[in-house]
T-cell receptor
């Protein structure tokens, strides 16, 4: 199984403060993703990365930025947290299994963020 | 219209029942298809990939109909441990797109 860890696992922060969530992988996979999960919405893509310093926006990227300065780390930053960003955040990696379109996707354990 | 739509839940079934989940996707360029399982407050985990030829893994059978843009999951002889939320997932342009999930509760 791919080694993927998220930190912190839980965080409570105040409105207006910056928050950074970290996703770390141990196997040099090229693609990494950040999703948020909210009741009634399922998992929605925030940002993703296809290599060091290569990132792109997902469907709910407003209010979030990301950075990938090393293959193993993908950081998600809320520049000024708002209550609407209270959510569960999942990181994922894409594992290439050989062959055309033969990929597997593995998720981290999630970060529960509460903005008060 | 959502890109991936699933049956609304929850499904409440007795042990031993057969239950079917349905899913449709809107973009015909979708490339790969999966069913994920998510237990309460945990991360999604891959249940099975879905292929046009259909595939089976024990009590689980998945089908894909590209012409109808339809994906299904059949669980036979359901167990208490099958209780979870089942997520229909497609890939498009290197990104995973999720349905909202269907909750299954298997009762004794």
């Amino acid at each position: 199984d791919a080694g993927i860890t998220q930190s912190p696992r839980h965080k409570v922060t105040e409105t207006g403060t910056p928050v950074t969530l970290r996703c770390h992988q141990t196997e040099n996979h090229r693609y990494m993703y950040w999703y948020r999960q909210d009741p009634g919405h399922g998992l929605r893509l925030i940002h993703y990365s296809y290599g060091v310093k290569d990132t792109d926006k997902g469907e709910v990227s407003d209010g979030y930025s990301v950075s990938r300065s090393k293959t193993e780390d993908f950081l998600l930053t809320l520049e000024s947290a708002t209550s609407s960003q209270t959510s569960v955040y999942f990181c994922a990696i894409r594992e290439d299994r050989g062959g055309d379109l033969n990929y597997g996707y593995t998720f981290g354990s999630g970060t529960r963020l509460t903005v008060v | 219209r959502k890109e991936v739509e699933q049956d609304p839940g929850p499904f409440n079934v007795p042990e031993g029942a057969t239950v079917a989940f349905n899913c449709t996707y809107s973009n015909s360029a979708s490339q790969s298809f999966f069913w994920y399982r998510q237990d309460c407050r945990k991360e999604p985990k891959l249940l099975m990939s879905v292929y046009s030829s259909g595939n089976e893994d024990g009590r689980f059978t998945a089908q894909l109909n590209r012409a109808s843009q339809y994906i299904s999951l059949l669980i036979r002889d359901s167990k208490l441990s099958d209780s979870a939320t089942y997520l229909c997932v497609v890939t498009l342009g290197g990104k995973l797109i999720f349905g909202q999930g269907t909750e299954l509760s298997v009762k004794p």
